[in-house]
């Protein structure tokens, strides 16, 4: 079954903790991206991956790390969690960046004390 | 300003009732995304569209590049149809999706 798939669901955490969400797609596709989403303020993307290696910033970048090492992979990663990072995480996949219809994992909702 | 608009915020119709709900950019784009989110959900996709319209369903989705406006709409609405629906655009030139706030749908029997 193609789908995205995004651990973990639930997570709670302390301040400092560095922790990975993973994100893995098996539908070969080259574009794929990080959202967070917070009441009030809607979906904004973090970061976004063109293809293996190649990583960009989106909207609200600070505080967060990818990387892009395999096409199926793309974990985001928190070096040094803080509390205004509490947030529901959303992976997605498209198989081209500008055509392609978007494919999105199940969230993450991250709590950070 | 939020580059991309939707309204209503909130939308309360009775079952079997036609739904619009409108999304409004301000810069040229090269697709937008009709996006669904149940509650407590994950997020679907319905549509993405460059030009024209699309149907899938009871679902209709239109964009009209000139007036940068795209419509999503419901025919014979149901409860299960109660979410909130998103619009996102691709910029042109750009690599990012910029996301209009949300309407939230609710359908009552």
């Known amino acids: 079954e193609a789908q995205v798939t995004q651990n973990p669901r639930y997570l709670i955490t302390v301040t400092g903790k560095k922790l990975t969400v993973t994100c893995s797609q098996n539908?070969?596709?080259?574009?794929m991206s990080w959202y967070r989403q917070d009441p009030g303020l809607g979906l904004r993307q973090i970061y976004y991956?063109?293809?293996?290696?190649?990583?960009d910033k989106g909207d609200v970048p600070e505080g967060y790390k990818v990387s892009r090492k395999e096409k199926r992979n793309f974990p985001l990663i928190l070096e040094s969690p803080s509390p205004n990072q509490t947030s529901l995480y959303f992976c997605?996949?498209?198989?081209?960046?500008?055509?392609?219809?978007?494919?999105f994992g199940n969230g993450t909702r991250l709590t950070v004390t | 300003k939020n580059e991309v608009e939707q309204s209503p915020q909130n939308l309360t119709a009775q079952e079997g009732e036609f739904i619009t709900i409108n999304c409004s950019y301000s810069?040229?784009?090269?697709?937008l995304h009709w996006l669904q989110q149940h509650p407590g959900g994950g997020i679907v996709s319905l549509f993405m569209?460059?030009?024209g319209k699309k149907k899938h369903g009871r679902l209709i989705a239109t964009i009209n590049i000139q007036e940068k406006h795209s419509s999503l709409h419901i025919t014979a609405s149901h409860p299960r149809d109660s979410a909130v629906y998103i619009c996102?655009?691709?910029?042109?030139?750009?690599?990012?999706?910029?996301f209009g706030q949300g309407t939230r749908l609710t359908i009552n029997p």
């Open positions: 997605a996949s498209s198989l081209y960046r500008d055509i392609s219809p978007l494919h």
């Open positions: 539908m070969n596709h080259e574009y």
């Open positions: 991956s063109m293809n293996v290696e190649v990583t």
């Open positions: 810069v040229g784009i090269s697709a």
């Open positions: 569209l460059s030009s």
């Open positions: 996102a655009s691709k910029l042109q030139g750009a690599q990012k999706l910029v």
